[in-house]
């Protein structure tokens, strides 16, 4: 026996009539009618007992008809969910990014709308350190990343351009800098740089002042390059959605004057991605990116 000898014999349980039943099944009634005798034999009793007009379950067919019930329900959900993973309806996708992601209200915005399309893939969401986020994406573990662009990605890996920004200059509340009615990048000059992972501004900077930038700490994440400006130990050139999303004593943030530099938000990815779920985020990202009214250039 198999899934269709128990939707045969659900067909005639409910209709109580071979002709009936074989209408709803769009097979002919002497063919029904020799499967489920195909299956009596092969069970060994009578399921349904025959009449003229119509058929009832005998006590063997009544004890079936709740376990056919649920054999085939059961049969259908698995069909049902292997077709949604299939087209990235249902699965689960390991997703990391880099503080700025939030900070820009991108990552948000992109995952919102893809929790509203596909409510039923699971995302787990974890901060991750930029340097270590391509090799992660690279091997596996991590699905799909958000890094600070422009950065070197592993040999597999590409990138999806999104929301491009300028910078801004994170100073210590007594800097003399503070005095200035604008501040241009030859003002920097001998100021200690401290470095956030993503060092293409201060560099910018840097170059468009004309000088070697004397680079100070670099302690990670951008909260812990602004609590060390917090303390003294320097300046830094940070994306400028960090104005208004974080704010620390003695803080005070800057525009720089003339800086023709801006970084932007990549969406990272393994460029031969196998798993539907993962493919469908991406795919949506890049629909979002090809529809947004400013398409930063690829």
Not at 202 to 215: C, D, F, M, N, S
Request: glycine share 10%; hydrophobic share 45%; aromatic share 6%.
């Amino acid at each position: 026996m198999d899934i269709r000898h128990f939707r045969y014999f659900l067909a005639v349980a409910r209709q109580r009539n071979f002709t009936r039943a074989a209408e709803h099944l769009g097979i002919a009634p002497p063919t029904l009618s020799r499967q489920i005798q195909d299956m009596e034999a092969a069970l060994g009793t009578r399921l349904f007992v025959r009449q003229q007009r119509e058929v009832s379950l005998t006590e063997a067919g009544a004890a079936l008809l709740i376990e056919a019930e649920a054999t085939v329900r059961q049969f259908e959900f698995a069909q049902r969910n292997a077709q949604r993973a299939g087209r990235g309806e249902i699965g689960h996708i390991e997703l990391g990014y880099v503080a700025s992601a939030v900070y820009s209200g991108l990552l948000q915005r992109q995952m919102q709308a893809f929790g509203q399309a596909f409510p039923d893939v699971s995302v787990n969401v974890r901060e991750c350190a930029m340097a270590t986020l391509p090799g992660a994406v690279a091997d596996g573990r991590v699905d799909i990343g958000y890094i600070r662009s422009p950065m070197t990605l592993p040999e597999g890996v590409e990138a999806v351009r999104l929301d491009s920004e300028g910078f801004v200059l994170a100073l210590p509340q007594d800097s003399w800098l503070l005095g200035l009615k604008a501040i241009g990048c030859k003002h920097l000059e001998n100021e200690t740089f401290i470095l956030p992972e993503q060092i293409s501004g201060t560099l910018q900077v840097a170059a468009q002042g004309g000088y070697a930038p004397r680079l100070g700490p670099q302690p990670g994440g951008l909260v812990a390059v602004v609590a060390l400006v917090s303390l003294g130990q320097g300046v830094a050139v940070v994306p400028a959605s960090m104005v208004g999303h974080v704010s620390l004593p003695g803080v005070v943030y800057r525009s720089i004057q003339g800086v023709d530099a801006s970084s932007w938000l990549s969406l990272i990815h393994r460029r031969f991605e196998k798993a539907p779920a993962v493919a469908r985020y991406i795919q949506q990202v890049k629909q979002t990116v090809a529809s947004a009214p400013n398409r930063p250039d690829a």
